[in-house]
Every structure is written in structure tokens, then in C-alpha cells.
């Protein structure tokens, strides 16, 4: 009975340890001075990684109407705190400037979820 006991709480754990960890963030080790120099770099990088790694905001390549709608749902749904207008400026003029729109993917290629 407890071997049954005991092998049903480690299954448990298992099953919970992923959602766990989805919970909580753990940034590794990153820099403002590894991305686009600009000003506002500062800004933008502690503004996003609050919440995430900024690799994740690098990889994007928005507009500004864009750009604009993602912050604007990181406040509505991930519970970001609002940035006054003089640091949304701040943080837009830089992600404009830095990671622009790119090219359309070809056919099949990785289409970026946040662009729609």
C-alpha cells in the first residue's frame, strides 16, 4: 500500500513540476549590452524582462502600431504594469528603431505570432 502511496505522489509531482515551472520565470544572465545599441536600450530591456528574457522581445520584428499592440497586451492579459506615456514613448522609439519589421518568411516559413 505505501509503495502504491508513494509511487502515485511521484507521479503526482511529476505531472505538476511542468505547470510549476511555467509559473515562474528564471531569467538567465542577460545584458542590456548584448542587443541594439540605442537610445532607450536600458528602458526597454528592464521593462521587459520583469516578465521574460529579452531574447524573446529580440527575436520580434514589429512595427510601431505593432510593437504598440504588444505591450498593450502584455498589460491586458499578462498583467504587465502600465508604462507612463513618456516611458511607453521611450520603450516604442527604441523597439521601432532596433527591431523593425522583417522580410515575409517564405512560403511555410515561421510566421511571428504577434504580428497579426
Known amino acids: 500500500m505505501m509503495l502504491r502511496f508513494a509511487g ?13 515551472a511555467q509559473t515562474s520565470f528564471a531569467p538567465r544572465d542577460e545584458s542590456p ?3 541594439v545599441a540605442g537610445k532607450g536600450r536600458d528602458e526597454t530591456f ?14 520580434q520584428g514589429l512595427s510601431r502600431v505593432q510593437w504598440d499592440d504588444s505591450i498593450n497586451l502584455m498589460v491586458r492579459r499578462h498583467n504587465m504594469p502600465p508604462l507612463d506615456d513618456k516611458d511607453r ?14 522580410a515575409p518568411a517564405g512560403r511555410g516559413g515561421f510566421q511571428n505570432p504577434f504580428a497579426k
Open 8 to 20: 502515485l505522489a511521484v507521479a503526482g509531482a511529476l505531472m505538476i513540476a511542468p505547470a510549476a
Open 33 to 35: 549590452d548584448e542587443f
Open 46 to 59: 528592464y521593462a521587459c524582462t520583469a516578465c521574460h528574457g529579452f531574447k524573446l522581445v529580440a527575436q
Open 89 to 102: 514613448e521611450i520603450v516604442l522609439n527604441y523597439l521601432e528603431m532596433a527591431y523593425p519589421p522583417r
